[in-house]
Nanobody
Framework: QVQLVESGGGLVQAGGSLRLSCAGSGRTFSGYVRGWFRQAPGKEREFVAAISWSGSSTYYGDSVKGRFTISRDNAKNTVYLQMNLLKPEDTAVYYC????????????????????WGQGTQVTVSS
């Protein structure tokens, strides 16, 4: 069974940090684009970050640029999201995704290119 499993979510005060992890199982995702989306209650799903299969290119949503960092370890089949300077508006369920690598970076914000989604992990930032 192919799965993406997120971990590392939780409750943190504004200004704090969290590190999310997403481990893949059932197949290797080393040749895939990996990324993160989030969805807050009553809001649309939002692109957070993506990283190319090699890790050489990264992309971020405007609301998280300069605060979040995406990275990957292909040997561990895992992608990470380091979140610093967290704000209450970062509160959401964060979803890990994996998509075919033949798309170029201009498509990475489009959720439809990602064929694999995790179950989500809750991040809550208190003010």
């Amino acid at each position: 069974q192919v799965q993406l499993v997120e971990s590392g979510g939780g409750l943190v005060q504004a200004g704090g940090s969290l590190r999310l992890s997403c481990a893949g199982s059932g197949r290797t995702f080393s040749g895939y684009v990996r990324g993160w989306f989030r969805q807050a209650p009553g809001k649309e799903r939002e692109f957070v970050a993506a990283i190319s299969w090699s890790g050489s290119s990264t992309y971020y949503g405007d609301s998280v640029k300069g605060r979040f960092t995406i990275s990957r370890d292909n040997a561990k089949n895992t992608v990470y999201l380091q979140m610093n300077l967290l704000k209450p508006e970062d509160t959401a369920v964060y979803y890990c995704v994996a998509g075919a690598a033949h798309y170029d970076g201009s498509y990475y914000t489009d959720p439809s290119i990602y064929g694999y989604w995790g179950q989500g992990t809750q991040v809550t930032v208190s003010s």
